[in-house]
């Protein structure tokens, strides 16, 4: 029979990846999945513009010389904001990024303040302010830039608490902001939050609708590919920090992963084999 699953790598600088990944593999359509975090360079809310418009093409390019995706999903709003139009231009494959979900946010609130949580660089990115420019003109928008909050969802894949102050830091932030007490939508502009959505409400003064783009992003990559109905297959699993990925191996265990890989360092990116938590 011939294997009509589609070969998908998800990309992002750490496990954040891991909510998109979720949303895809919960969609019900026949993807094989492979999974690459850049996590040497984590996080990657704290570089420039210049590092990562370098780095995520050239090491996009080479795992996709390995491992032949058919698409590959940019699941990272930090590196998609700066870097999709670099990434795409490198590869000759369709390449699905993912962005703030401002568009649905806007159009659930209610109250017409919408927070808006992201990492330090996607916060005040160009991309970020034409978002809102275009679909919450008449909308107040209150951000939050943190990269501790990217941290604790690392701790808490690690199977760690989360750093409870990021998350006290990040819901002052917001609903402690001039009219930030009628924030009633609060748009999760980084794929690692969607992992604290759990703590982040119970720390928040009110109930709010918390958005992110998971699923938008799991249609999305159907329509591309054309992608069959069926169960999807879980593959490979490479990391830049082979130490980091021992750490937070687990959360991929228990996500059907059984392949892990180490990246080597710029400019070869080569893999090779990474012993399981277990085996070391
Ligand atoms: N998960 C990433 C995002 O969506 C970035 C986290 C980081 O700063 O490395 O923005």
């Not at 690690?158 to 009633?184: H, K, V, W, Y």
């Not at 750490?247 to 392949?259: I, V």
Request: proline share 5%.
């Amino acid at each position: 029979m011939v294997n009509a699953a589609k070969r998908v790598l998800v990309f992002d600088s750490g496990v954040g990846g891991l909510s998109v990944f979720d949303a895809i593999a919960a969609s019900g359509k026949a993807f094989e999945l492979d999974y690459a975090a850049d996590n040497a360079w984590l996080p990657y809310g704290l570089k420039t513009d210049e590092q990562l418009r370098d780095r995520v093409p050239a090491l996009l390019t080479r795992l996709a010389a390995q491992w032949a995706p058919e698409a590959v999903v940019v699941a990272c709003n930090t590196a998609s904001t700066i870097a999709l139009e670099q990434v795409r231009a490198a590869l000759n494959i369709p390449v699905v990024g993912v962005v703030p979900p401002i568009k649905p946010a806007a159009a659930a609130t209610r109250t017409g303040v919408i927070g808006l949580l992201a990492t330090p660089a996607t916060v005040q990115r160009a991309y970020t302010n034409d978002l809102i420019a275009q679909f919450a003109g008449d909308k107040r928008v209150i951000r939050f830039g943190s990269a501790a909050l990217v941290e604790a969802a690392e701790r808490k894949l690690r199977g760690d608490d989360p750093d409870q102050s990021a998350i006290t830091e990040a819901i002052g932030g917001l609903f402690g902001a001039p009219g930030g007490a009628e924030i009633d939508v609060v748009a999760l502009a980084c794929t690692h939050f969607p992992l604290l959505a759990a703590e982040l409400a119970d720390a928040a003064p009110r109930p709010c609708v918390w958005m992110d783009s998971g699923e938008a992003i799991a249609r999305r990559l159907a329509h591309v590919l054309i992608a069959e109905e069926g169960a999807p297959r879980v593959r490979r699993a490479a990391f830049t920090s082979g130490d980091g990925a021992r750490a937070s191996l687990r959360a991929f265990e228990t996500r059907g992963f059984s392949d892990f890989s180490h990246i080597a360092e710029a400019p070869s990116f080569a893999l090779t084999s990474l012993a399981r938590a277990s085996q070391v």
